[in-house]
């Protein structure tokens, strides 16, 4: 029998992507999956909804709209008492190939050492065009690094099977029942941006590999719900950046991180003609630099 899958799906007023998620989701080709949709507190009637027509989902209620992370770790903890084997994240603006559990499951059933992997994430609109095949992180620059991002379905090798990596997006990853023991969920010190990145670290630093399985494929829309954050993004992007230098990087990570993206931050807010825009990120900035780094930090 196959193992047992759960897969979890955000949605914050974001009902229509949804709801073509789940349909998506319906039409793959793996056995022993169950989908559970957490809603992020939307207090917009997607809840009701979802309860009312989305039959064969679980559906759940945060109650309250504490960020990605949390919203993503009440799913995962359902989950984990329901007996998962596996935990898929799955991005609600995503739509997935029908093969593409198969693939991954059947891959980390194989790899005892990799302990998260994903798919090739590709370009909703552009289905041959790469998002993101995983990624690089510098700790010290505080950035991340698609992998083949941009380039075409035809720059991955038939000859190669798995891409191994830093980290993974929260688009769509996979990942095993004792590394989530072991390493723990989804850090909720962010609210938005950087924690899956946090995660991918611990659990490289628990001894497992990352892996992106290249002949699996799902589609992303782009973040929709961030479109309608506008400028509370590029906050929470300028602030998370600080904080997770500071959480996971060395002394020398953070000299180098100020000297070269503080410095930036700096020069934008002095010289750039969006001075109001530049000022609100230079200030997140500070605050990502002096909030309490182990706090839950929203």
Same mark, same amino acid.
């Given at each position: ?9 955000? @949605? ?18 793996? =056995? ?7 809603? @992020? ?31 993503? =770790? ?44 994903? !798919? ?25 690094? !698609? ?10 090798? $038939?000859?190669?099977?798995?891409? %191994? ?17 072991? $390493?723990? !969920? ?6 938005? %941006? ?22 699996? $494929? ?38 180098? %991180?100020?000297?070269? @993206? ?31 780094? =182990?706090?839950?930090?929203?």
């Amino acid at each position: 029998m196959d193992k047992s899958v759960f897969i979890i799906v955000l @949605n914050y007023k974001n009902l229509d992507d949804t709801i073509a998620c789940l349909a998506s989701i319906r039409k793959i080709t793996y =056995n022993n999956y169950h989908i559970v949709v957490v809603d @992020n507190d939307s207090r917009d009637g997607s809840y009701e909804y979802l309860k009312e027509h989305e039959k064969d989902c679980c559906i759940l209620q945060s109650g309250e709209n504490r960020g990605y992370a949390a919203g993503n =770790n009440i799913g995962i903890r359902y989950a984990l008492e329901q007996g998962a084997d596996y935990v898929c994240i799955l991005n609600n603006d995503v739509e997935a190939e029908p093969d593409f559990l198969t693939k991954l499951v059947r891959y980390m059933e194989s790899a005892p050492n990799v302990g998260m992997t994903g !798919p090739v994430v590709y370009e909703f609109a552009e289905r041959d065009r790469i998002q993101s095949a995983g990624f690089s992180i510098t700790v010290g620059r505080g950035g991340t690094k !698609p992998l083949l991002q941009g380039k075409t379905r035809t720059a991955i090798s $038939a000859d190669k099977k798995v891409e %191994f990596c830093d980290g993974l997006g929260g688009a769509c990853l996979l990942v095993k029942r004792d590394v989530l023991e072991k $390493a723990g !969920p989804i850090p909720e010190n962010y609210f938005l %941006f950087f924690e899956e990145m946090e995660w991918c670290l611990t659990i490289r630093k628990n001894g497992y590999k990352l892996a992106t399985v290249l002949t699996a $494929a799902v589609y992303h829309k782009g973040s929709a719900t961030l479109k309608k954050t506008g400028t509370l993004s590029r906050y929470y992007m300028a602030r998370n950046q600080a904080l997770f230098v500071r959480r996971n990087g060395t002394a020398l990570d953070l000299c180098t %991180f100020l000297l070269t @993206n503080g410095l930036g931050y700096v020069f934008r807010c002095i010289f750039s003609s969006r001075r109001e825009l530049r000022k609100m990120e230079l200030k997140a900035f500070l605050e990502g630099m002096r909030i309490d780094k =182990n706090s839950s930090a929203i």
